[in-house]
């Protein structure tokens, strides 16, 4: 049984949940995204499994999920990057936001998420029980996308891509 880290709003730790629990009552978790890039400034995008049990087929940043109980957010997210995607790079945290989505399903995500970025240029060995496609692309090509399409990405993802444009951008001035 898979369980989630229960949060205040500080991210200060009250508690575990099974997590599909954690979901159908819509408590706040602690959860990670993290956003990779390549050397030729392209992000790693990928569609979400057919099989999720929300968003499914929709797209998103490279890899996200919960940290375990007892298990920083860095070492989670480096764990779950390798087993999702296959890639092993260090990794950055750039900010966090607390965001609460609902879905048709019943269930809510309403996660304090922990924000990484890092850098990936090998090959990849995705879990296709997790991912359905994935892709590299420009940012102007994603934000183009986003602006135009945005009902193909997943909620989290809106909200957290144009905080990393923006650090992407100061990344690239330097």
Not at 133 to 159: C, D, K
């Amino acid at each position: 049984m898979e369980q989630v880290i229960l949060v205040d709003e500080q991210d200060n730790e009250i508690g575990l949940m099974e997590k599909i629990e954690a979901h159908r009552q819509a408590l706040l978790h602690r959860a990670f995204s993290i956003f990779i890039f390549n050397s030729k400034g392209e992000m790693l995008l990928q569609q979400r499994s057919l099989k999720k049990y929300h968003c499914g087929g929709m797209w998103t940043n490279a890899c996200c999920s919960h940290p375990r109980a007892n298990e920083s957010n860095i070492d989670a997210a480096t764990r779950r990057l390798k087993e999702e995607m296959g890639i092993e790079t260090s990794l950055e945290k750039i900010f966090d936001f607390t965001y609460k989505a609902e879905f048709d399903n019943g269930l809510t995500e309403h996660e304090f998420d922990h924000v990484f970025v890092g850098y990936y240029d090998g090959n990849l060995d995705v879990d296709y029980n997790e991912v359905e496609e994935f892709v590299w692309a420009t940012m102007p090509r994603i934000e183009e996308s986003v602006a135009n399409r945005g009902y193909f990405y997943t909620p989290w993802f809106l909200i957290a891509f144009p905080k990393v444009n923006e650090w992407w951008k100061a990344q690239q001035a330097k």
